[in-house]
């Protein structure tokens, strides 16, 4: 009997370990608040590459991307009804927010830092002549992108910290009517969390003055990374009380935030969250160098050919037909001409022959 027990216990042990374990590696989470029924985000528990979370906006907007997907969360939907709008908030500093079950959510593996400059270059470039409204912004170091007629709608928004401070301290912003329980104004970390806040109320009340924007056929962008909450971390410690209140009301604020901006574009939205308690290696970017030229040869000792990109089936299938085209017009051309009658199938000589004939 002690043996038979003995199986199932070892058994139910090694569950538990082996889900501490994913918990630690997958702690971070990626949620969808809001999408639109042409957006099919698929309840289940898959992991989702940290690098990989911009070609799932891309791919739900619409747009291709260089590697496939072979993440099984997002599902094919309609491909004649993309989204008009993608909002990203990355939240720092938590690798799980307290958010209302009207989504889905999925562990995030590895989570390393990602931009969305790709997706905007891909709406900057497909769609220069119309007005799409891109915004990638991080208040709390002051970072902030714009494209389009984003300038001219955020024209009002404060982006600097000298700025969130004064418009915390304005009549019509969030203090007057946001619950603080714990947290105070007198604190400059509490002021920079509330002020993260602030500019999420601004970018939906902004938006909504000019409504006809989020009714045009070009797709806009919001991306927004919060470090308030991380900030409050450090001063007051994960266990506080200030801390929990903090996530408390950022959750509360996600939450209709994201059901503003759903509303603002008619539900054609999608509006995503991604927890992260911290990233696992800063973000690099390539540099030229000097020694580029010997340290690419050392690379290459065999003076192999570069990789060929995801446009290379395109370009060689245009330039191949086009000149298979061009060499049957040049066959059919020259037998027609081979094989003419000057006398008949000419025009010149038909000219020709009846000038004579009336000399």
């Not at 043996?3 to 590696?25: D, H, K, M, N, Y």
């Not at 390393?112 to 002549?129: K, M, R, W, Y």
């Not at 301290?169 to 920079?192: A, H, K």
Request: proline share 5%; glycine share 6%; aromatic share 10%.
């Amino acid at each position: 009997m002690g043996r038979r027990g003995a199986a199932p216990w070892a058994l139910e042990v090694a569950v538990l370990v082996t889900s501490a374990c994913l918990a630690g590696v997958w702690g971070d989470e990626f949620s969808v608040l809001r999408s639109p029924q042409s957006v099919v985000f698929r309840d289940g528990s898959w992991p989702i590459p940290g690098e990989r979370i911009p070609d799932v906006a891309a791919l739900s907007m619409g747009f291709s991307v260089e590697d496939d997907l072979s993440w099984p969360g997002l599902a094919v939907g309609d491909l004649f009804h993309r989204p008009r709008a993608t909002v990203l908030v990355t939240v720092k500093g938590v690798d799980k927010l307290t958010l209302p079950m009207k989504g889905v959510s999925y562990p995030i593996e590895n989570a390393v830092p990602f931009s969305l400059d790709s997706v905007a270059n891909a709406i900057h470039t497909l769609f220069s002549e119309e007005t799409p409204v891109v915004l990638q912004l991080a208040p709390s170091e002051e970072r902030v992108y714009m494209v389009g007629k984003a300038n001219s709608v955020f024209e009002d928004l404060s982006v600097t910290l000298r700025q969130l401070r004064n418009r915390l301290f304005q009549d019509n912003s969030i203090l007057s009517s946001l619950p603080l329980n714990s947290l105070s104004r007198n604190n400059e970390v509490d002021l920079l969390f509330l002020s993260e806040l602030q500019v999420l109320h601004d970018i939906a009340s902004l938006l909504s003055r000019h409504k006809h924007l989020a009714k045009d056929h070009s797709p806009d962008l919001y991306s927004l990374e919060l470090a308030g909450l991380e900030e409050i971390g450090k001063r007051y410690g994960e266990d506080s009380q200030q801390f929990r209140d903090a996530s408390q009301i950022l959750a509360d604020s996600l939450q209709k935030f994201a059901d503003e901006m759903y509303n603002l574009y008619s539900g054609n939205a999608v509006v995503e969250v991604v927890a992260v308690k911290t990233f696992n290696s800063p973000l690099m970017r390539k540099t030229r160098s000097i020694l580029q030229s010997s340290q690419s040869e050392i690379e290459n000792p065999y003076n192999l050919a570069y990789p060929y990109n995801y446009d290379y089936a395109v370009i060689f299938n245009i330039i191949l037909w086009m000149m298979i085209g061009l060499a049957l017009a040049v066959i059919v051309i020259s037998y027609n001409l081979w094989n003419m009658d000057p006398g008949y199938d000419s025009i010149i000589y038909r000219m020709t022959n009846q000038k004579i004939r009336m000399d």
